[in-house]
């Protein structure tokens, strides 16, 4: 299997690189949709898409079986995303060395979050704590992985502090990690204070920007929830005076998206990861927004 390019020489070639992220389908309805959003978007070529690890085996499978397909039947520069959850060191190692062997050059090294209420769940008896020490087996197992690494703008919300946080990150990078991508955010002054306390210490790898655009006011208030990111209630009020209308709702969510990229791009952000929910449109409205 051909080696996917590592991402880190778009990052040195200087030009903006665009990226998507796509969740591991739960069915086989979810899988189909997965694909027809990636066949509408070939067309805007990004420069790699990611897709996310989830808790459990099941998902964790699709995980697996959507990074082939996406790479194989589309061409997409596919970076898989791993987290420490439930796995032992060994277990680890086996899944570097086949996504090494499938040709896989880029992971996204998480810790991840054990599953609220599962009962199934169990934590790995001889696994890992952190994030920085997944970094640290996969690019002793493959040095020749390029490793991608989640950094919180907001602070992780476990972490005492944003300094604190920081230290983590710090560590992560240190371990080997060549490029942080960012947790959603909705201010943009949020990531350049981010992107100058990171360089103060030290820390110098590219940092891309990660934006959700928001396509409905109830999936943004859950997810804001979830990661700790903070809605403007500027956005909010623009929101909740569109809620009877899904299509506005989406427009508005958009038009913020497309002012945060235009912001974010001229400031030299380095480019732009879109969480787009496995749906095609809010991408493609937004490329053909900001083609030039
Ligand atoms: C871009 C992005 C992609 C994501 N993709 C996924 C995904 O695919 N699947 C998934 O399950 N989740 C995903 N997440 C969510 C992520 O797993 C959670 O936010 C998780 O709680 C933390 O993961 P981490 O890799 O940032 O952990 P870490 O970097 O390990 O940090 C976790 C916490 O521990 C603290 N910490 C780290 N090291 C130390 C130390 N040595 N001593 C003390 N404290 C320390 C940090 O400050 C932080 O509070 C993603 C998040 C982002 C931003």
Redesign the pocket.
């Known amino acids: 299997m051909t080696p996917d390019r590592p991402i880190s020489e778009l990052f040195a070639s200087g030009r903006t690189v665009r990226s998507l992220?796509f969740?591991p389908p739960k069915d086989d309805a979810q899988m189909a949709m997965l694909l027809t959003s990636a066949g509408a978007l070939q067309g805007i070529a990004p420069d790699f898409v990611?897709?996310?690890?989830?808790?459990g085996g099941t998902t964790r499978e699709r995980?697996a079986r959507a990074a082939a397909l996406l790479k194989r039947d589309f061409g997409f520069t596919v970076m898989p995303?791993?987290?420490?959850?439930g796995h032992s060191r060994a277990e680890l190692h086996d899944i570097a060395d086949r996504l090494h062997a499938d040709g896989f050059r880029n992971i996204?090294?998480?810790?991840?979050?054990a599953p609220k209420g599962d009962p199934a769940f169990a934590p790995a008896p001889v696994g890992l704590?952190?994030?920085?020490?997944?970094v640290a087996l996969l690019k002793s197992r493959h040095s020749d992985f390029c490793l991608?690494?989640?950094?919180?703008p907001e602070?992780?919300?476990?972490?005492?502090s944003l300094g604190?946080?920081l230290?983590?990150?710090k560590?992560?990078v240190d371990a080997g990690a060549d490029f942080i991508?960012?947790?959603?955010f909705f201010d943009n002054a949020l990531y350049y204070r981010f992107v100058e306390q990171c360089r103060e210490r030290d820390i110098r790898v590219p940092i891309i920007p990660?934006l959700m655009p928001v396509l409905s006011l109830k999936q943004i208030k859950r997810v804001t929830e979830m990661?700790g990111a903070t809605l403007p209630q500027k956005l909010v009020t623009r929101l909740e005076a569109a809620a009877e209308n899904p299509d506005v709702v989406e427009i508005i969510g958009l038009d913020w998206a497309f002012t945060q990229i235009r912001g974010l791009l001229a400031n030299g952000a380095p480019g732009c990861?879109l969480?787009i929910m496995n749906r095609a449109k809010s991408a493609l409205a937004l490329a053909a927004g900001l083609a030039a």
């Open positions: 992220e969740f990611s897709i996310t690890y989830g808790a995980t995303h791993l987290t420490c959850i996204m090294a998480l810790r991840g979050d704590r952190y994030a920085s020490e997944l991608g690494v989640a950094g919180y602070k992780h919300p476990e972490a005492p604190a946080d230290d983590a990150l560590r992560k991508t960012t947790q959603l990660g990661c990861h969480y």
